[in-house]
């Protein structure tokens, strides 16, 4: 079964706590992306990587870090630096070579109690 | 800086009652503007990518315009199960813009709710 897999579905941690969510992707795209989606604001971008080994900050990349060792993984770590945690969070792949389509997985829900 | 507004915020309507969704958006060349549907909790699911003025896409009882400076969304006879959040995003040209990185520009988004 193809596609992007977001892991887990639902997360809670105590504040102070870094966390670390995954995704990853049989889709053999070479761009990736980590989004944050609040109500209201829509997507937001937090890091995105064009390619394994290299990856760029985004518009909110403050509090997160992010490794991108292997092209179907990008793991998005919220570390205890980032003050509002509590979001949906959504990776996504870009094709740009071939369907030229952004595609995203199913997320994830963060709550930081 | 690329910009993209997406109005009204929410829309009701009647099951059946036609209407259209607005995208305005100012880029340094467009490479193609995209439209996802989200149900909620859910990933965008990939809807429709326009690339240049005039240029329509059908799907089901959603059809996708571009201009210059914006795109519709209309929808035909809505059923209910066509309530969803549809965002609006630009693709740069990575060539003009970006300093060659691959990246989109959303809207916020627009709320519809159709009604039985």
């Known amino acids: 079964d193809g596609g992007i897999t977001q892991s887990p579905k639902y997360l809670f941690r105590k504040e102070g706590q870094n966390v670390t969510l995954s995704c990853e992707q049989n889709l053999n795209h070479d761009a990736m992306y980590w989004y944050r989606q609040d109500p209201g604001q829509g997507l937001r971008l937090i890091y995105y990587s064009q390619i394994v080994n290299d990856f760029q900050k985004g518009d909110i990349a403050e509090g997160y870090s992010v490794s991108r060792e292997k092209k179907e993984s990008f793991p998005l770590t919220v570390t205890s630096a980032q003050k509002n945690p509590t979001a949906f969070y959504l990776c996504a792949t870009g094709d740009w070579t071939s369907t030229d389509t952004q595609y995203f997985g199913p997320g994830t829900r963060l709550t930081v109690l | 800086e690329d910009q993209v507004t997406q109005s009204p915020e929410a829309l009701r309507l009647q099951e059946g009652e036609s209407s259209s969704l607005n995208c305005s958006y100012t880029?340094?060349?467009?490479?193609?503007l995209f439209w996802y549907r989200q149900d909620p909790g859910k990933g965008p699911e990939f809807l429709f990518t326009l690339y240049s003025a005039g240029e329509e896409k059908e799907k089901e009882r959603l059809k996708a315009t571009l201009t210059k400076k914006e795109s519709f969304l209309h929808i035909t006879a809505p059923k209910p199960e066509d309530s969803a959040t549809y965002l609006c995003a630009v693709h740069p040209n990575p060539r003009i813009s970006n300093f060659g990185n691959e990246k989109l520009t959303f809207g916020t988004g627009t709320r519809l709710t159709i009604i039985p």
């Open positions: 880029v340094s060349g467009l490479r193609g």
